[in-house]
């Protein structure tokens, strides 16, 4: 089970940092993503690390997003800076199990809105 929090409505420019906490070691776990889905849009994978650490990003989300990962914590991050209203959309969590897999558990999302 993935449970996402730290969802809100900001300011464009400001921050918001989203928290994912799984119900079981995410230490084994190939990659933890990050996905999002604005309405009436396909859902994308907005950024994603590895169990190495190693991290991907969109290109719209470079350098104002980072992704993190508390092994012991078993709970996966994403700090948004220097947010767009483009950004608006409901964020997800998945747990990712690699490239002939994909993503195979999903949190329930939450719903970061930005304001111009």
């Known amino acids: 089970q993935l449970v996402e929090s730290g969802g809100g409505l900001v300011q464009a420019g400001g921050s918001l940092r989203l928290s994912c906490v799984a119900s079981r070691s995410i230490f084994y776990i190939n990659a933890m993503d990050w996905y999002r889905q604005a309405p009436g849009k396909q859902r994308e994978l907005v950024a994603a690390i590895t169990s190495g650490g190693q991290t991907n990003y969109t290109d719209s989300v470079k350098g104002r997003f980072t992704i993190s990962r508390d092994n012991a914590k078993n709970t996966v991050y994403l700090q948004m800076n220097s947010l767009k209203p483009e950004d608006t959309a409901v964020y997800f969590c998945?747990?990712?199990?690699?490239?002939?897999?994909?993503?195979?558990?999903w949190g329930q999302g939450t719903q970061v809105t930005v304001s111009s």
């Open positions: 998945a747990a990712d199990f690699g490239p002939n897999v994909g993503p195979v558990y």
